[in-house]
């Protein structure tokens, strides 16, 4: 169901699934271009600030030699009056694209370049402060023109400052040019930028080559070719995920194959009394006019079968429920001692046939939060085992012990023991020491792992001394109190 509304949800939003190399060639384009972009604009900045200086300076210094000249010509006196000095004036106006007033000592005009103000007076602050011997210069960013002021002396020095030159000049050919600068670094930032572009897929395509051969290869994990080597070593980042996902490939692997196992020994097993009971049948009815005495005990073997077959569907079942993720655990406090003497009660008529005798050893009284029913089939398991594999005339101890945070239940026997080299995989589904004997003794070869799961469900833990022929101890340590 869950999957499903995911599955669902990838459907309505495919655009949102955006490949890796979208944002990393986005990125590799920006960072390329902001820093293109601020130099450019700096730059024509700066340009456009030294072109604008060095006209002003320029234009300064051409209105300071046009005014010595019109100190030294006595212009302003009318001593030269032949029209020389008005045309270079003019033809100053003109180079710079600006207009040229003189302004005598009255403040008023006699000379402007774009003759439209002439003998009119012009009392700006401008020329009032130059008339005091400060020059001005002034520049008009928004409307793009400046404006200096620059005295004009008298030849006599006594007489001081006998009349004023003003220029108003416009910067809008720097403008253009700068606008012709601007033209030709955008052309080129477009053509940078198409090819940051370019590069940065070429790139890109390149750095994630190695991440599409690790999803080729998953792609053909995914299609079931489980043995693909999906080792991609080229970064860090694809090792790690293709060791990630190796280790959980194998375990996979290993859950596929003990699944497999556990199929495969579960039909051998369920087979194994129901071709006994063929057999028996079989030869009954092959045999025509068999004693009663001769059908009575084929009906029996034939009985424990039919028990043997009903044990292991039980066991199979108890540890098919054990297995569910969601198998509950039902707590309650429990009194282990009691509950151990129970199973010693239950199974105290089996070990007297066996002629084994139970002792129950019980160290101190111990109550612990467990679910008294699993734990009671994991303990009867041990004891039932330690009974079978035991030799007449043996005994059982079962010892109840526990300390500040665990109890402990031990298991002794003196019965068969079990090898070393078996001692690990005994609590393997359907393992058995002795196939034969185990199944003589009715054992479905669950027995042991149900045992486990129960204490592993309580956190607990298991352990097995044994040695071959001497007996074998099973301990149980489980924690007093549950711990979720
Ligand atoms: P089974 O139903 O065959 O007894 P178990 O899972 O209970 O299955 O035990 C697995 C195997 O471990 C048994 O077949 C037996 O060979 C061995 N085993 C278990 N308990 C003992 C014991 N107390 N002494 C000797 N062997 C044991």
New binding site residues.
């Given amino acids: 169901m869950e999957n499903e509304m995911r599955r669902k949800h990838w459907f309505s939003f495919p655009s949102l699934t955006v490949s890796l190399k979208v944002p990393v060639a986005v990125l590799m384009v920006l960072f390329g271009m902001i820093p293109m972009l601020l130099c450019t604009q700096v730059l024509i900045g700066t340009l456009r600030q030294i072109q604008t200086d060095s006209r002003m300076v320029e234009v300064q210094n051409q209105c300071q030699i046009l005014s010595s000249k019109m100190t030294r010509t006595g212009y302003l006196r009318g001593d030269s009056r032949d029209g020389t000095m008005d045309s270079e004036i003019q033809a100053m106006a003109d180079v710079y694209n600006g207009r040229i007033v003189v302004v005598n000592r009255d403040f008023r005009i006699v000379q402007d370049t774009f003759h439209i103000a002439e003998r009119r007076f012009l009392v700006a602050e401008e020329v009032v402060r130059c008339f005091q011997g400060e020059s001005s210069s002034k520049y008009n960013k928004d409307k793009h023109y400046f404006a200096q002021a620059i005295p004009i002396y008298d030849s006599t020095p006594i007489k001081g400052i006998e009349g004023v030159l003003v220029i108003t000049a416009s910067t809008e050919g720097i403008l253009s040019l700068m606008d012709t600068v601007y033209d030709k670094a955008l052309f080129l930032e477009i053509l940078v930028t198409l090819v940051l572009i370019l590069a940065a897929m070429g790139v890109v395509t390149m750095l994630l080559r190695p991440f599409q051969e690790l999803q080729k290869k998953l792609n053909q994990v995914a299609a079931g070719a489980l043995d693909t080597d999906i080792r991609t070593d080229s970064y860090r980042e694809t090792k790690d995920i293709s060791r990630a996902v190796g280790s959980t490939l194998s375990k996979l692997k290993e859950v596929d194959q003990s699944r497999q196992e556990f199929v495969s020994n579960v039909s051998h097993e369920l087979k194994t009394p129901i071709t006994s009971i063929r057999v028996l049948a079989d030869s009954l009815m092959g045999m025509g006019e068999a004693p009663v005495e001769l059908y009575q005990e084929f009906m029996e073997d034939i009985s424990d079968e039919i028990d043997r077959e009903s044990?292991i569907i039980d066991?199979l079942l108890s540890l098919v429920k054990l297995d569910k993720s969601e198998a509950e655990i039902n707590l309650s406090q429990v009194d282990i001692v009691v509950l151990v003497k129970q199973i010693l009660k239950r199974l105290r008529p089996i070990a007297n046939k066996k002629n084994v005798e139970l002792i129950l050893e019980s160290i101190r009284e111990v109550t612990a939060d467990v679910d008294e029913t699993k734990l009671s089939l994991a303990i009867s398991?041990?004891v039932?085992?330690?009974i079978?594999?035991?030799s007449a005339g043996g005994w059982v101890r079962v010892t109840v012990d526990a300390d500040h945070k665990f109890f402990y239940v031990k298991?002794a026997?003196c019965?068969?023991?079990?090898p070393e080299e078996?001692q690990d995989r005994?609590?393997e589904?359907?393992?058995?020491?002795?196939?034969a004997?185990?199944?003589a003794?009715?054992?479905?070869?669950?027995?042991?792992?149900?045992?486990r799961r129960v204490v592993l469900m309580h956190k607990g833990a298991i352990r097995l001394t044994?040695k071959e022929g001497d007996?074998?101890i099973?301990t149980l340590r489980i924690p007093l109190n549950y711990i979720a």
């Fill in positions: 044990k066991d398991n041990l039932e085992n330690a079978k594999y035991n298991v026997d019965g068969i023991g079990i078996e005994i609590f589904r359907f393992y058995r020491v002795d196939k004997r185990s199944r003794t009715g054992g479905s070869g669950l027995g042991l792992s149900i045992t044994s007996g074998s099973f």
